[in-house]
Every structure is written in structure tokens, then in C-alpha cells.
């Protein structure tokens, strides 16, 4: 088979780079946006243009198909997300789709046969942007999202996931369930993605086979004390939501810093003061905890003893704290075989890998709950992401596609 092509890798990432809302600062597209439903069209067309079957689910999931020699057999995906944080770069997620579009452009070339079905995804909404939850279309797959939830989460504005989706003409109510995909309906599943960190760069190493996905645990908090003035208030007789709240970080902090997990992250990453004035005793803060971990046990250890010193924190500090669960997700190993699989294309490429496990979590944390799944990264230049600055050469993308091709035609001939 011929080797990828970086030339249209570029074109690809650089023709889904001109829908953006902030072309003045980074990349901006933020699900069912704009920007967001021009570039679903473009990338539905390039999909169609080699030749795809293209369909989307109720969620806006897109699928594209390559048919194999047998199509009742379970098929093969890859694929990865086109929506982006605000001021972002054009790589995160836009990179495993583009790398799973030009896989399938090196089998049409070569004429290249398989028994199964290759399919290329487009996740809907992996960012937690706009609804304030991550992963919304591999969510809805897997069953950790219910119809009845698309009606509960709302963007900034009120309206909910549910009347978007109806507002666009997505069928929910009749074919939701159509979504659900149970153990043995996908044969295997890989994701090519940047790294988002620093390690393969430092190692000089092109392609990270990812052993293990850390998943998130998100919660909501607010904390309420006294607002008082600034002045006329000593500091014995205050009871400062912010400062509480600055106590519990440092606690949080070095929680995080001490735990015996491989891998583990503690973030508060949201804060809103009120009244947010110079001259204001904060009476009340609102807060986000993003607790991630490659193993369930040590996270569920770190949530409760948060729980415990927070509620101690707030005890001893005369304010009121109240913490709500958004998701308490479970982490994922990847399948061994794939990555073995992934391991061997990367002698016969002659390309250097080593193990990691991902910090970020992915679409694949949830499409592995039913199917064997596995990931592979690319390098990010100085471990940025999340950023207008954020680069991953189409040297290495292209290198990444190479792996990712021979990779997906191995599973899609088993």
C-alpha cells in the first residue's frame, strides 16, 4: 500500500480551519453553531467524494462507509470529533478524522479489499462547550446518555439538547434508541489523535500507543457565606465564600499531588465570584471539580476524601457548601491485541512509539464500553492544545495515517 500524503492531510485540516467564529484569535466551533453545521456539510461532501456510504444518526453522529466483501459482519471505526473549545487549534479531534479520511483514500488508491466494513466517525460534540457535558454522541452510544437527558442539559441560553436537535431536524423521539450499539455490534475500533502533552516530543518519538484512558468525574459547587464590606468588616468576623474556596483548592491540590494512582488530575477550572466586586466580601462562589484518573478505585478514594476535607474546610469556615455529581465516568484499558497490532505497523514504518496513558479523555473512553478499542497519538509541538498555538506537523500526521491504515485493514480482514 502507498504511504500517506501530507499534502492532503493539510488540505483537509486547512479546509475545515475556514469555519471558524474567531478567525482573529484561534479556532472557534462550538456544536450546531454555525461554523460547526457548515463544516459537518464539508466534511459529509469530502466523505462522499471517495466514495462513502454517509449517513447520521439522531444525535448527528456522522458515519461514512467503505464496504467490505461481507457486511454482516461487525465493522471496523475509526474516526474523532470536528467541534473545538473556543479560541482553539485546528488539530484536537479534526486530526483522527482527517487520518481516517485519508486511510480510506490509500485503499481506493491501492483498490484495497476487506471482508468487513471500515467506517470514519465524526462524534458528535466530544467538547463539553456548549452543553456543559463532554462526549454527547459516543455518550448516546454507548447508553450512559438517555433521551430523557437530552431534555435536561441546556447551553447558556435555556434551550435544551432535545429541541436543538429538533430544531435541525433530527428525529429524536423516533429513532434515539437506533443510537444504543451493544457488545459484538462494532468488531474493533481505533482512534488516531494528538497527544495534548509534551512526552513524545521530549522522547523523540512519533506515535504513542495509548494502554489506559482517564476519565473524568465532574462536579458542580457552590459555596455560600456572608457578603459583607470590605472595610467595615475585621477579619475575624468574616465568613468569605472565596476564601473557603481557595483553601479547599490548595487542599485539592496537594490531595491530588499525594494520591498512589498511575496517573491522576485534579482541576478547579470554572469560578464565579459574587458579587465580584473590589469592595465586596464574596457572600457566594460557584465552582467546577474535574477529578480524572486511569483507575477507579484510586478515583473514587481522591472524590471521597475531597468530599470530607471540603465539608471540614467549610465547617471551620462558617459557609454553606453544596456539590452536585455531573458524570463520574469509568476509565478505559485499551484492547491488547490492537495494540499490539498498532506496535507491529510501527516496525514495518520504521517508526519509533512508546506506551502512554491519556490524561485527556476521548470518544473511544465510551465507544470501549462496546467494543475493543484502542488509541494512537501523534505528537503535539511543546504539549500544547486547547490553543490557538497548538501544531502537530502533517509530517507526523501523515505517519500517523500510515499506522492507522494498515492497522484498520488487518481488523477489517480478520
Known sequence: MNRASKDRIQEWIEGMAQFNATPEFGTTRILFTKPELENRKYVREEMMNLGLDVHEDAIGNIYAVRKGTDSSLPPVWTGSHIDTVPNAGNYDGMAGVVCGLEAVRLFNEVGAVHKRDICVIVYTSEEPTRFGLSCLGSRAMSGDMSLEHTRKIKDNSGRSLYDKLTELGYDVDLDYDDIRRDKGDVYASVELHIEQNRNLEQAGKTIGVVRKICAPSIYNAEITGVQSHAGGTDMGARRDAFA????????????AQECESEYNTATIG???????????????????VDIRDCNWDSKQKLIHQMQTEFEQIASRRNVILNMEEENNDMPLSCDDAICSLIEN????????NMDMISGPYHDSLFVGKFAPTAMIFVPSHNGISHSPDEYTSYEDLASGADVLADVLLKLANE
Open 345 to 352: 505497523s510501527c516496525e514495518k514504518f520504521d517508526l519509533e
Open 244 to 255: 473557603a474556596l481557595s483553601e479547599m483548592e490548595l487542599a485539592l491540590e496537594k490531595m
Open 270 to 288: 470554572h469560578v464565579e465570584v459574587i458579587p465580584n466586586a473590589v469592595n465586596v466580601i464574596p457572600g457566594k462562589v460557584r465552582f467546577s
